[in-house]
């Protein structure tokens, strides 16, 4: 799709804020973007920095598995995340950085056309669906805005460090499953 190919350049080529200045590559995403569900997450660490790729590292391995664990894979799925661009030590984006990348996201979405929005932890969830959202306890809810169906869940780097919470994440990609099946 042209589109996309020049948003991709675009975004490539981005020099907006202050992490253009440290990352390696720009990250833009990964996947089929014909598929009906997305997923986001907060932004690259060190490996996907490296390779240009969204969740490559550890967090990956694991969201690969939830992935397959319904019948997905990356083929199937789109993968994004909120800033393109490695956040220095790994840490939070800030919040004009987060501004300053919406807009590729936005153009991202507005092309896929997701039914579904999957945000992979707090930073997602909190920036795409609202401002006061909690992980532990609104994950899993759909809510929907703009004809598209937004679930926050844990992001897998979370898991990682607190294993405690891998069957609620579980159960929430078993309702992305079901949901799946009545679009
Ligand atoms: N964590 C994220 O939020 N995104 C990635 O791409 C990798 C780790």
């Given at each position: 799709?042209?589109?996309?190919?020049?948003?991709?350049?675009?975004?490539?080529?981005?020099?907006?804020?202050?992490?253009?200045?440290?990352?390696?590559?720009?990250?833009?995403?990964?996947?089929?973007?014909?598929?009906?569900?997305?997923f986001?997450g907060e932004?690259?660490g060190?490996?996907?920095?490296?390779?240009?790729?969204?969740f490559?590292g550890r967090a990956g391995k694991l969201l690969d598995k939830y992935l397959?664990?319904?019948?997905?894979?990356?083929?199937?799925?789109?993968?994004?995340?909120?800033?393109?661009?490695?956040?220095?030590?790994?840490?939070?984006?800030?919040?004009?950085?987060?501004?300053?990348?919406?807009?590729?996201?936005?153009?991202?979405?507005?092309?896929?056309?997701?039914?579904?929005?999957?945000?992979l932890g707090?930073?997602?969830?909190?920036?795409?669906?609202?401002?006061?959202?909690?992980?532990?306890?609104?994950?899993?809810?759909?809510?929907?805005?703009?004809?598209?169906?937004?679930?926050?869940t844990f992001h897998p780097a979370a898991l990682l460090r607190?294993p405690?919470n891998k069957?609620?994440a579980?159960?929430?990609f078993?309702?992305?499953?079901?949901?799946?099946?009545?679009?």
């Amino acid at each position: 799709m042209q589109q996309w190919e020049e948003l991709k350049a675009e975004c490539l080529g981005c020099n907006k804020c202050e992490l253009s200045n440290t990352r390696t590559n720009v990250v833009f995403g990964v996947g089929n973007i014909n598929s009906r569900v997305m997923f986001v997450g907060e932004g690259p660490g060190e490996n996907e920095d490296l390779q240009g790729e969204p969740f490559v590292g550890r967090a990956g391995k694991l969201l690969d598995k939830y992935l397959a664990a319904i019948d997905l894979d990356r083929t199937k799925v789109y993968i994004a995340n909120m800033v393109k661009c490695r956040p220095p030590h790994n840490r939070d984006p800030k919040p004009e950085e987060v501004e300053k990348c919406l807009p590729f996201l936005r153009r991202q979405v507005q092309l896929i056309r997701p039914a579904i929005i999957v945000c992979l932890g707090r930073i997602a969830a909190c920036r795409l669906i609202s401002p006061g959202f909690r992980v532990t306890k609104d994950h899993g809810v759909w809510y929907e805005k703009g004809g598209i169906k937004f679930m926050g869940t844990f992001h897998p780097a979370a898991l990682l460090r607190n294993p405690n919470n891998k069957a609620d994440a579980f159960e929430d990609f078993l309702k992305i499953r079901d949901e799946l099946k009545n679009i």
